[in-house]
């Protein structure tokens, strides 16, 4: 699933809808009723590690913000189309699929991970459940003003465009739609900033205490209370990069090289995060080469808590030595 980088660009994307109503639906999403969107209104949106989440009111007075000013169509209530089936709603012949100067993105998910947690929950109840939680998928994005169309036919040579789950068209004239991702109605994000990477209210000492345990610190950087956001690519370029060998023991290794290892997930992280704003792609050292930037032939080998999720993880035997020697021979037997 794309990694925190990825969902802040999202949550980036979806940010100057707030304060608009939902005017009309589309999608493919079963679990969650599209229509159920009609006439609510956005009012914040929030990103939390990989999750991004949606915040809907039956009508605008229940948000707090103030200075949102409505565009004009909304103020005279006109409606251009009706609220139609999710077919027409995901091509209308009148909207021109493409623009130019679109500002959307398709933002191609990391390959590689695929942690998809099994979510619940299908309408908002009542006053409560006002949060939608988005968990996107390996190839999950969001696109703004525009489908994604396919790149290639199908075995039959039928040119099939994605399905999106879901779409929202929104009263200031453009539209949202949501590709592979998982969405649940929640009562409130999960609030923590301080195990967010990304956050500056990130907690490096509680980040530091995480990585000193007894276990390989490729396991604990991808433990999501207390490195949210942190994915596969962030963790086999932050261990490339402070040196250390994935597989170990975070007790075994120096307060110095402990602190290089957060420094390094949270300077690549904010560099990736940056370049997406930049249209750069993020460059990667180790994750997925056969060679180091040294030269030196890269090892390959998926890594993972017993009876957990085995992660792929590239390292250089040469840049990352294994220290000490025996680390290993103590993870079997523990
Ligand atoms: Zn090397």
New binding site residues.
């Given amino acids: 699933m794309p990694e925190g980088p990825s969902v802040r660009k999202f949550h980036h994307l979806v940010s100057p809808f707030v304060g608009q109503e939902v005017v009309k639906t589309g999608g493919s999403s079963k679990k969650l009723n599209p229509a159920s969107f009609q006439s609510l209104w956005l009012q914040d949106t929030q990103v939390h590690g990989k999750k991004l989440f949606l915040r809907f009111d039956p009508d605008e007075e229940f948000g707090s913000l103030g200075n949102i000013s409505l565009p004009e169509s909304l103020e005279k209530g006109e409606r251009k189309e009706e609220a139609s089936d999710q077919k027409q709603a995901s091509g209308p012949s009148s909207q021109k699929i493409s623009h130019p100067s679109s500002q959307s993105l398709e933002l191609v998910a990391p390959r590689g991970d695929h942690g998809l947690e099994r979510l619940r929950g299908d309408t908002p109840a009542e006053g409560a459940e006002r949060w939608l939680q988005v968990s996107f998928g390996l190839f999950g994005s969001i696109w703004v003003n525009e489908f994604s169309r396919a790149k290639k036919a199908n075995k039959r040579g039928d040119w099939r465009d994605p399905i999106p789950r879901l779409v929202l068209y929104f009263g200031g004239g453009g539209f949202l739609a949501f590709y592979n991702c998982q969405m649940s109605w929640s009562s409130s994000p999960v609030v923590r900033p301080t195990s967010d990477i990304l956050s500056e209210k990130f907690d490096r000492g509680q980040a530091l205490e995480a990585l000193g345990q007894e276990q390989p610190v490729c396991y604990t950087l991808l433990d999501q209370r207390y490195f949210s956001g942190l994915g596969n690519i962030i963790k086999n370029e932050a261990l490339y990069r402070a040196g250390i060998h994935p597989l170990s023991l975070g007790s075994l290794l120096s307060p110095q090289h402990l602190e290089a290892l957060v420094d390094h997930a949270v300077e690549f992280s904010a560099d990736w995060l940056q370049g997406k704003f930049q249209g750069k792609q993020q460059h990667t050292q180790i994750y997925q080469k056969e060679q180091?930037p040294?030269g030196?032939r890269v090892m390959k080998e998926a890594f993972g808590p017993p009876g957990g999720f085995q992660r792929l993880t590239w390292w250089?035997p040469?840049?990352q030595p294994r220290l000490p020697p025996d680390g290993q021979a103590q993870v079997q037997i523990s």
């Fill in positions: 180091c040294g030196h250089c040469q840049c």
